[in-house]
């Protein structure tokens, strides 16, 4: 079975721009997160979506960043107004978000580089 | 607050053990995990404890865990060059999805 896809794989974008990031979850996982990871830096949570449930927006960093998930499915973060501290490594996560141990699986990333 | 530490760098000759160190702050963690990335690679979930566990062990990973001093550690016996990567300390809060996450141990492993 496919795992979690992110796109585009790299941006690269000028500052003051939009972007737009996309995730695909594992099909089946009623829970998405979005991390940042940034040079030499662990992974910042950013946004949790559950089901229907209100999300999670705790972690992020600024109004320039939203994030939402349609028909439970796919996701799309977005960053208006890009700075150049926004670049990074954008990951995505999904699990089955049951009891118990709840494995996140990751996607690969996408590579914002903001000049 | 929340937060995880852990050491950044950590060099071991091929076929001694590695010990990864991770504190956290949150007591009402219920699990802790650790996660493997290696290069150009996404996050894979290494091994994980719950929190009434002092010790996990699977194959070659040993997972230490001392509550009162909010301490994990993650051994690696017989470490190989395949083991290089950057490791990953996580912990979920009580009530909580989400993972806190530290800044990743870079393991390099030498002949």
């Known amino acids: 079975g496919a795992g979690v896809s992110q796109s585009p794989s790299n941006k690269v974008t000028e500052k003051g721009k939009d972007v737009e990031l996309r995730c695909d979850p594992i099909?089946?996982?009623?829970?998405l997160y979005w991390y940042r990871q940034s040079l030499g830096q662990g992974l910042e949570f950013l946004i949790y979506f559950q089901g229907n449930s209100a999300p999670d927006k705790s972690g992020l960093p600024s109004d320039r960043f939203s994030a939402e998930r349609t028909g439970g499915s796919v996701s799309t973060l977005t960053i208006q107004r890009t700075q150049q501290e926004d670049s990074a490594v954008y990951l995505c996560?999904?699990?089955?978000?049951?009891?118990?141990?709840?494995?996140?699986?990751f996607g690969p990333g996408t590579r914002l580089t903001v000049l | 607050g929340e937060d995880v530490e852990q050491s950044l760098f950590l060099s071991v000759r091929e076929g001694d053990s590695s010990v990864i160190n991770c504190t956290y702050t949150?007591?009402?963690?219920?699990?802790l995990y650790w996660y493997k990335q290696e290069p150009g690679a996404g996050l894979q979930l290494l091994t994980y404890?719950?929190?009434?566990?002092d010790m996990k062990q699977d194959q070659r990973l040993t997972v230490l865990l001392n509550k009162k001093d909010k301490h994990l550690s993650l051994r690696i016996a017989d470490t190989q060059t395949g083991d290089s990567a950057i490791y990953f300390c996580a912990e979920r809060a009580g009530g909580y999805n989400k993972l806190i996450f530290g800044a990743g141990t870079r393991l390099a492993v030498h002949p």
């Open positions: 949150d007591s009402s963690s219920t699990y």
């Open positions: 996560a999904s699990s089955s978000a049951g009891t118990g141990v709840d494995e996140q699986f």
């Open positions: 099909s089946g996982h009623t829970a």
């Open positions: 404890i719950f929190s009434n566990m």
